[in-house]
């Protein structure tokens, strides 16, 4: 049994205590909410670490894969991953327990209440005794001024009617003091019998709501303690993970894994005699020429050349599975294939034409390094019949392909060198505010149904590919338009697909996956309570996030899929501002609700690929790609109407403001979130009542109220006042502009959308939310 501390020290001259003790519980409520505040705040705090953890970690997963240390990663980046969940389970229990807290605080108001309707008796019992202390203390004093009058006109002799009249009104005096000395005694009794309940009732709340905020305390350092335990346990995994990954091990398993063969190389021939087939050559020159027309299909294969038919004709695999396979672009019945002819060497004067071959070859397309062995190759490409001729460009994205090259002739049967290729064909990047956009594509281009009639595009794609996937270090640009590579089968270093795109198109690909945010800003001014004086600007960002991966793709790819999207929603824009570096659009669009955009794809691979540079362990890249305005309809346009009133007096100040929730203003309405209103007050200040409880500042000499969030679910549909009385030393007041903000994710003002144009990518993301830029209100 606690001492009842409150029943023996809340009395006092005045009788304030039970004023003093009723404050006080209410106090209580302020308590449990700033605790929940508190719980709120730290399980924010983890949720951060937590995502920074686990970013961290995949991270780790993206880390070079290569040499004896790469599996130590894998130790690292669960680790991390295990230390990111511990903090998410802490997360999950601190909001358990913040709708506990929640519950609790619900529970206290409601039993706060009804204590209030049970002590207004006591409430006016004090105040009985307060006002019949005072009416006595001044009987008292009129019962003594009177005797006094009396004795004194006694004592000087006055006439005996004046003793008589004053006599009589000491006696009315006497008569009066002594009532009011029974009505306090009365009243007295009263008070001390209710005082004495109601100071116990407020001690029995205080112990209940302390121990209940011990419990809450309880639970939440239980939590944080399992949470270290729980890291203790992941820090000790940890350690016996590396203590089990040894040196030995890790050289191990990169020689088991990448080991080249334990046989050493045999002793070196000692003939200078080379046989190829059933002819025999003496000079090393003139064999390695040889081998070179008398090779078989599967050595040309392994040369990336395909095989040739009986008429010359390259032949293409139809049993392999071809990096080139596409249903929409191709005729898989009926193999491609073009002329191809070699001369042989001449059997006359073998020396001198062998050596006139090998110049030529190395002019032609200078030194191919293999290896292993190393060694050099030295070829010489010769009359080369192409049967089919290119189709002259069009209007669609094959004419924007960066590799490929301006339109040729026909050509005959003779040599084809550097100098006859005409130069390939580069889209210069439009510079900001003297851009030509490219033609606009309808969704996705598409070549015509049937064979294709042209050979090039499929050789520039080899080409291109052939150069970013084979051993070779360079080829002249006369070989592409003359050769035919068959690429490795192996696909573009994306994760998720197994094949790479289609020489002409992407329809193949697996779409990549990009994410969106919209973020919008309303400024608001609130002039009185005339809505006609409310001045509003809303305005809002569009970000594009691009996953690291997608770089590879782009960066590999000489023409990746055309970035497409439709603005929806555009009627109420009044302005926007695209990216200009990055962006195309049709100004002579007339749909006021959509806007149809395209991307420079050159000038955006550029920018991802410096992004990367800059930043490698980013595991996505943001693009800033449009900002707008939106159109504005006054106060009906802001989600939070304001009112604020003042009244300035020399000793006190009193501040009201009216806030009014508007769901007409979102498409989509939402609760405002994180909602804060700052006022200063000056005037010297040297006490503050306010109605929801705010927070003095007295250095700043600011006034902060915190709320919770305002929707149509909240009382009063979202509807409220804040009231504060300020009590001042050096008054009068002046009034300021008063301050809000608040947040709110899932929707924006504008109702602004996109919807992604064609085939190639997806959108895995589309985050919306609008927050408050400058949002003031004045008297």
């Given at each position: 049994?606690?001492?009842?501390?409150?029943?023996?020290?809340?009395?006092?001259?005045?009788?304030?205590?039970?004023?003093?003790?009723?404050?006080?519980?209410?106090?209580?409520?302020?308590?449990?909410?700033?605790?929940?505040?508190?719980?709120?705040?730290?399980?924010?705090?983890?949720?951060?670490?937590?995502?920074?953890?686990?970013?961290?970690?995949?991270?780790?997963?993206?880390?070079?894969?290569?040499?004896?240390?790469?599996?130590?990663?894998?130790?690292?980046?669960?680790?991390?991953?295990?230390?990111?969940?511990?903090?998410?389970?802490?997360?999950?229990?601190?909001?358990?327990?913040?709708?506990?807290?929640?519950?609790?605080?619900?529970?206290?108001?409601?039993?706060?209440?009804?204590?209030?309707?049970?002590?207004?008796?006591?409430?006016?019992?004090?105040?009985?005794?307060?006002?019949?202390?005072?009416?006595?203390?001044?009987?008292?004093?009129?019962?003594?001024?009177?005797?006094?009058?009396?004795?004194?006109?006694?004592?000087?002799?006055?006439?005996?009617?004046?003793?008589?009249?004053?006599?009589?009104?000491?006696?009315?005096?006497?008569?009066?003091?002594?009532?009011?000395?029974?009505?306090?005694?009365?009243?007295?009794?009263?008070?001390?019998?209710?005082?004495?309940?109601?100071?116990?009732?407020?001690?029995?709340?205080?112990?209940?709501?302390?121990?209940?905020?011990?419990?809450?305390?309880?639970?939440?350092?239980?939590?944080?303690?399992?949470?270290?335990?729980?890291?203790?346990?992941?820090?000790?995994?940890?350690?016996?993970?590396?203590?089990?990954?040894?040196?030995?091990?890790?050289?191990?398993?990169?020689?088991?894994?990448?080991?080249?063969?334990?046989?050493?190389?045999?002793?070196?021939?000692?003939?200078?005699?080379?046989?190829?087939?059933?002819?025999?050559?003496?000079?090393?020159?003139?064999?390695?020429?040889?081998?070179?027309?008398?090779?078989?299909?599967?050595?040309?294969?392994?040369?990336?050349?395909?095989?040739?038919?009986?008429?010359?004709?390259?032949?293409?695999?139809?049993?392999?599975?071809?990096?080139?396979?596409?249903?929409?672009?191709?005729?898989?019945?009926?193999?491609?294939?073009?002329?191809?002819?070699?001369?042989?060497?001449?059997?006359?004067?073998?020396?001198?034409?062998?050596?006139?071959?090998?110049?030529?070859?190395?002019?032609?397309?200078?030194?191919?390094?293999?290896?292993?062995?190393?060694?050099?190759?030295?070829?010489?490409?010769?009359?080369?019949?192409?049967?089919?001729?290119?189709?002259?460009?069009?209007?669609?994205?094959?004419?924007?392909?960066?590799?490929?090259?301006?339109?040729?002739?026909?050509?005959?049967?003779?040599?084809?060198?550097?100098?006859?290729?005409?130069?390939?064909?580069?889209?210069?990047?439009?510079?900001?505010?003297?851009?030509?956009?490219?033609?606009?594509?309808?969704?996705?281009?598409?070549?015509?149904?049937?064979?294709?009639?042209?050979?090039?595009?499929?050789?520039?794609?080899?080409?291109?590919?052939?150069?970013?996937?084979?051993?070779?270090?360079?080829?002249?640009?006369?070989?592409?338009?003359?050769?035919?590579?068959?690429?490795?089968?192996?696909?573009?270093?994306?994760?998720?697909?197994?094949?790479g795109p289609s020489p002409v198109t992407l329809a193949s690909q697996d779409a990549l996956p990009i994410a969106v945010a919209f973020t919008e800003s309303v400024n608001a001014y609130f002039k009185g309570a005339d809505p006609a004086k409310c001045i509003v600007k809303i305005t809002g960002d569009m970000t594009l996030s691009f996953p690291m991966g997608i770089?590879?793709?782009?960066?590999?790819?000489?023409?990746?899929?055309?970035?497409?999207?439709?603005?929806?929603?555009?009627?109420?824009?009044?302005?926007?501002?695209?990216?200009?570096?990055?962006?195309?659009?049709?100004?002579?669009?007339?749909?006021?609700?959509?806007?149809?955009?395209?991307?420079?794809?050159?000038?955006?691979?550029?920018?991802?690929?410096?992004?990367?540079?800059?930043?490698?362990?980013?595991?996505?890249?943001?693009?800033?790609?449009?900002?707008?305005?939106?159109?504005?309809?006054?106060?009906?346009?802001?989600?939070?109407?304001?009112?604020?009133?003042?009244?300035?007096?020399?000793?006190?100040?009193?501040?009201?403001?009216?806030?009014?929730?508007?769901?007409?203003?979102?498409?989509?309405?939402?609760?405002?979130?994180?909602?804060?209103?700052?006022?200063?007050?000056?005037?010297?200040?040297?006490?503050?009542?306010?109605?929801?409880?705010?927070?003095?500042?007295?250095?700043?000499?600011?006034?902060?109220?915190?709320?919770?969030?305002?929707?149509?679910?909240?009382?009063?549909?979202?509807?409220?006042?804040?009231?504060?009385?300020?009590?001042?030393?050096?008054?009068?007041?002046?009034?300021?502009?008063?301050?809000?903000?608040?947040?709110?994710?899932?929707?924006?003002?504008?109702?602004?959308?996109?919807?992604?144009?064609?085939?190639?990518?997806?959108?895995?993301?589309?985050?919306?939310?609008?927050?408050?830029?400058?949002?003031?209100?004045?008297?």
């Amino acid at each position: 049994m606690i001492t009842p501390y409150f029943l023996q020290n809340f009395w006092g001259e005045k009788n304030n205590g039970f004023d003093v003790l009723y404050h006080n519980m209410k106090h209580g409520q302020i308590s449990s909410k700033e605790l929940t505040e508190f719980i709120r705040e730290r399980a924010t705090i983890e949720e951060v670490y937590a995502r920074s953890m686990t970013k961290l970690a995949k991270s780790a997963g993206n880390f070079s894969q290569l040499g004896t240390f790469a599996p130590v990663w894998d130790v690292i980046k669960t680790s991390t991953e295990k230390l990111a969940s511990c903090h998410l389970e802490l997360v999950r229990k601190l909001q358990e327990l913040i709708k506990d807290v929640q519950k609790y605080v619900d529970d206290q108001a409601k039993a706060h209440k009804k204590t209030k309707e049970e002590v207004a008796s006591t409430l006016e019992s004090v105040q009985t005794i307060q006002t019949t202390g005072v009416a006595l203390q001044k009987s008292k004093e009129n019962y003594n001024a009177k005797t006094v009058e009396q004795e004194r006109l006694r004592k000087e002799g006055a006439t005996q009617r004046d003793v008589d009249k004053a006599g009589v009104k000491a006696k009315k005096a006497t008569e009066t003091y002594k009532g009011f000395v029974e009505k306090y005694a009365t009243a007295k009794s009263e008070f001390e019998q209710k005082m004495a309940e109601t100071a116990q009732k407020f001690q029995d709340i205080e112990e209940s709501h302390i121990i209940h905020m011990k419990d809450i305390i309880q639970s939440y350092t239980q939590s944080v303690d399992e949470t270290h335990v729980q890291i203790g346990e992941v820090r000790i995994e940890f350690e016996r993970n590396m203590e089990n990954t040894s040196v030995e091990g890790l050289i191990q398993k990169l020689s088991d894994s990448k080991g080249t063969g334990k046989e050493r190389p045999g002793k070196i021939p000692h003939t200078h005699r080379h046989t190829c087939h059933d002819r025999q050559i003496t000079s090393t020159d003139q064999c390695i020429t040889h081998m070179l027309v008398c090779m078989t299909g599967e050595a040309l294969q392994w040369l990336n050349v395909p095989t040739v038919d009986e008429d010359g004709f390259c032949i293409r695999p139809e049993d392999q599975n071809s990096f080139y396979s596409s249903s929409d672009s191709e005729d898989e019945d009926e193999p491609r294939k073009f002329r191809v002819e070699i001369k042989p060497v001449a059997p006359n004067n073998r020396t001198q034409q062998s050596r006139a071959t090998i110049d030529q070859l190395k002019a032609s397309i200078g030194n191919i390094s293999l290896s292993p062995p190393t060694s050099v190759l030295q070829l010489r490409t010769t009359s080369f019949d192409r049967n089919l001729s290119r189709p002259a460009l069009n209007n669609d994205l094959l004419s924007l392909d960066p590799f490929g090259p301006a339109p040729t002739q026909r050509g005959s049967s003779s040599s084809v060198s550097s100098s006859t290729v005409p130069a390939l064909a580069r889209p210069t990047t439009p510079q900001t505010g003297a851009m030509v956009a490219p033609p606009r594509p309808s969704s996705r281009p598409k070549l015509p149904t049937g064979k294709l009639t042209g050979i090039n595009e499929i050789v520039i794609w080899s080409y291109s590919l052939f150069l970013s996937t084979c051993p070779f270090p360079s080829l002249p640009p006369s070989l592409s338009t003359s050769l035919h590579f068959s690429p490795p089968l192996h696909s573009l270093p994306l994760s998720g697909t197994s094949r790479g795109p289609s020489p002409v198109t992407l329809a193949s690909q697996d779409a990549l996956p990009i994410a969106v945010a919209f973020t919008e800003s309303v400024n608001a001014y609130f002039k009185g309570a005339d809505p006609a004086k409310c001045i509003v600007k809303i305005t809002g960002d569009m970000t594009l996030s691009f996953p690291m991966g997608i770089i590879k793709v782009f960066t590999s790819n000489p023409s990746p899929a055309m970035l497409t999207f439709k603005l929806k929603n555009t009627s109420k824009l009044e302005q926007i501002l695209p990216n200009q570096t990055l962006l195309f659009s049709d100004p002579s669009q007339s749909d006021a609700h959509t806007k149809d955009f395209w991307f420079n794809m050159q000038a955006l691979t550029s920018y991802l690929r410096k992004a990367s540079e800059q930043n490698p362990a980013a595991s996505y890249y943001n693009v800033d790609i449009l900002k707008y305005q939106v159109s504005s309809k006054g106060i009906a346009s802001t989600p939070l109407n304001l009112a604020v009133y003042w009244k300035c007096d020399p000793a006190t100040t009193d501040l009201r403001l009216d806030y009014h929730y508007n769901p007409e203003s979102m498409l989509c309405p939402g609760p405002l979130s994180n909602v804060q209103v700052l006022v200063h007050v000056d005037g010297g200040v040297t006490n503050m009542q306010s109605l929801p409880n705010a927070i003095w500042n007295s250095e700043l000499n600011k006034s902060l109220w915190k709320l919770n969030d305002i929707s149509e679910k909240s009382d009063n549909e979202g509807s409220g006042s804040l009231r504060a009385k300020f009590e001042l030393s050096d008054g009068p007041s002046t009034p300021t502009t008063l301050a809000v903000q608040f947040m709110s994710e899932g929707s924006t003002l504008s109702g602004v959308d996109i919807e992604l144009l064609g085939t190639g990518y997806r959108l895995s993301l589309n985050k919306k939310r609008f927050a408050t830029g400058r949002y003031m209100a004045d008297c």
